[in-house]
């Protein structure tokens, strides 16, 4: 475990998906389980720092890829939290809409595994969210819609802190901030979209789904980024028109 903020633990930090924990007195918040298999670890972690399975009060998730859903239901059920997730994203967290048609080989392959390996029961019950939704004990929490990796992938800007957690709308890739990924994106013109809504947003520290998190300016780091995929499409542009 690390600690991004005086409250915030990246737990299994190094590991291929980040799940967050927002931990304050009257409760603790989860962002994202990891992939199935995850929650003992999850609650193990949480131990060390004195928190009780019984703390955790929302577990919410950024969106409904097996990666950081995977562990929800094991979860809920050993904590008894409230599971929040965005309305649009509801049916792929049931089971009942495949996360894409794979478009190539790495996405076949990758469907595949998920099928097949990250399989985990649905949730019984789940919050659903819209843009400025509220969670339950977490009030000063703002949720926003951030399409586009899939259809109700959400960020939660935590003022307090000047953080956001950003889900794969944003990755970190070896320090180098990635925008939406080019494999396992729904609607990428929408996901530049939500970058763009994002470089909007007043914060410092980014968390996101993937590598480690980003201190300190973090907001103009996501500005230069729409910059360099501005360049980049003109170019292309450019070159199309030739
Ligand atoms: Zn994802």
Redesign the pocket.
């Given at each position: 475990m690390k600690q991004a903020k005086p409250n915030v633990y990246l737990l299994e930090p190094g590991k291929f998906v980040n799940i967050y924990a927002i931990v304050r007195k009257n409760g603790v918040l989860l962002i994202d389980t990891g992939t199935p298999g995850k929650a003992d670890k999850i609650l193990r972690e949480l131990a060390g720092i004195n928190v009780k399975p019984s703390d955790v009060k929302a577990i919410v998730i950024?969106?409904a890829?097996p990666?950081?859903a995977g562990s929800c239901t094991a979860l809920m059920k050993k904590t008894h939290a409230k599971l929040y997730i965005h309305k649009d994203d509801l049916n792929m967290l049931l089971g009942k809409a495949p996360?894409r048609e794979p478009r190539d080989l790495l996405e076949k392959i990758v469907a595949f595994m998920s099928k097949h390996f990250f399989k985990y029961p649905p949730p019984e019950d789940a919050v659903l969210l819209n843009e400025n939704s509220s969670i339950q004990g977490f009030e000063d929490l703002k949720v926003i819609h951030t399409p586009g990796?899939?259809p109700g992938?959400l960020s939660i800007l935590d003022v307090k802190n000047t953080t956001l957690f950003c889900?794969?709308a944003i990755n970190n890739r070896a320090g180098k901030l990635i925008g939406p990924?080019k494999h396992?994106?729904f609607n990428r013109k929408q996901a530049w979209r939500s970058v763009a809504k994002i470089g909007a947003l007043s914060f410092d520290t980014l968390c996101p789904?993937h590598g480690p998190w980003i201190e300190d300016g973090a907001q103009k780091k996501v500005k230069k980024l729409l910059v360099a995929n501005e360049h980049y499409r003109n170019k292309y542009k450019g070159r199309k028109k030739q």
């Open positions: 950024t969106h890829h990666d950081h996360p990796h899939t992938s889900g794969d990924h396992f994106t789904g």
